[in-house]
């Protein structure tokens, strides 16, 4: 009882230091890197050329950390894929792999590098993280060795998992995940189960997923709904996809919708559409970086919360169908027409006036858009609603309300990708008779721009302006996600036989297409650079 007792005031003591040592900010970074790519190719390079490439992406990422802890930021992310690429098989991927063991080991790789194997690339991490006073989180593979007698057991001996790992600012590795909802990625496998990792420092609790994972409930949603996460960590290489999934677009909604904050790294690559990084807020993005221009890497800083739902800037919880289910349809419903978005099969209805009232509706979603342009421009828009499985695959259910800019004047072109626009809206209003509480609010303007400060969600569920006009708009809309209706599959004793996500979610008109060409001496035949041809999927 004399221990237990002592442990007990310990503990208290600890929680009461952390609490008075809390910090009520905290500055954070985020790095959107280009990455240097291996040539593509199936033949496992040596682990010593694995570790030449991965240490010249690390040469990159260490001037941004060191700039990042000169710059007073507690913590920087970097991407997904930052370190040695993404285009892998199972074989060729190997030699890049280390064993990264269970944070709970109490492990500072710089300081033990071989207590665990060859590892490194992670002692390497630990000691910029150290040596820099710095959270540093990077994403890297991780390898585990299993026996043939398990029977998921991949013919190699060894699950391969796509990983994110958090080092503190002693070097400590504090975090590690595997990332669970795979983008077609064969060279990895699925963990048994959603992994919920999050960790406490003094400027508050963080939860951390990869890319892919945002689109779903687990662990996403489960992080930030039962775990009570501050703030996000979200390494990603996103490809960019209009009008409702860019990255910076449906991040921030992400981070206004759950009200959390969200750290985003993503990598750069514009043959692949790959830009979009930011550190958003649960009420308005506080950087954002897009660039499809160069091929230039890009450091961003903003002061964070570090506590938001005790800031008086907090968004209070909405009801994402109070305001629709308590009006009646407004004209349009029999001007509609349908439309396809990618694959999905929308009902539109244009927006034939200057101002107006609309209503459209598809199954059990009906859309309510009031607005007024500034003077009509000769551009086309529509209101449309979307609810049903999507994609391809029909395996996750969404239920989307917009307003969206049509690619030319001909209606054929509504939905298709547009990235410019020059009609200015001086008010709107959009609501929707949602059937689930995870609604993620978009406001898109002209060449790829968020419009922090100039809209908001009401707590009865309308997204509306505010202060005055907006820039040209591409698209409004409320996207939402009915993830009790989503249906999965099994595939694959190569991914443990667990659920495996892979879609083409690119498949809407243009994308790009890379070929891989040396551009270093023959001496070093792995590192790559790429270019770009212009590509139409059918």
Known sequence: MIISSFQTSVAVFALIILHVSALATF?????????????????PVSQDYALLLMNRNIDILERAIKQAAEQGAQIIVTPEDAIYGWKFTREAIFPYLEDIPDPLVNWIPCQDPHRFGHTPVQARLSCLAKDNSIYVVANIGDKKPCHSRDSTCPPNGHYQYNTNVVYDANGKLVARYHKYNLYSELQFDVPEKP??????????????????????????????????????????????????????????????????????ANTHNVCLKMTGSGIYAPHSPKAYHYDMETELGKILFAEVDSYPRNSPTYPPAVNWSAYATTIKPFPGQKNS??????????????????????????????CHLSYRMLGKENEVYVLGAFAGLHGRRRREYWQVCTMVKCKSTNLATCGQPVDTALTRFEMFSLSGTFRTEYVFPEVLLTKINLAPGKFEVLKDGRLVN???????????????RWYTKDVRSISGSANRGRWRETEDWTRSGETSVCSPISVVPSSVPYLTAVVCSSSTWF
């Open 195 to 264: 992994e919920l990792v999050t960790f406490n420092t003094s400027f508050g609790k963080f939860g951390i997923f990869t890319c892919f994972d945002i689109l779903f409930h687990d662990p996403a949603v489960t992080l930030v709904k039962d775990f009570h996460v501050d703030t996000v960590l979200f390494p990603t290489a996103w490809m960019n996809v209009l009008p409702f999934l860019t990255a910076i677009e449906f991040h921030s909604a992400w981070a206004m919708g759950m009200r959390v904050n969200l750290l985003v």
């Open 466 to 480: 505010k202060n005055g006009s907006s820039e040209p708009i591409l698209t409004v809309s409320l996207f939402g």
């Open 27 to 43: 500055k954070a970074a985020v790095y959107e890197h280009a990455v240097i790519l291996p040539n593509d190719t199936e033949t």
């Open 337 to 366: 027409f349908r439309g396809f978005i990618s694959r999905d099969e929308f009902n539109f209805t244009e927006l034939f006036e200057n101002a107006g009232n609309l209503t459209v509706c598809q199954k059990e979603l009906c």
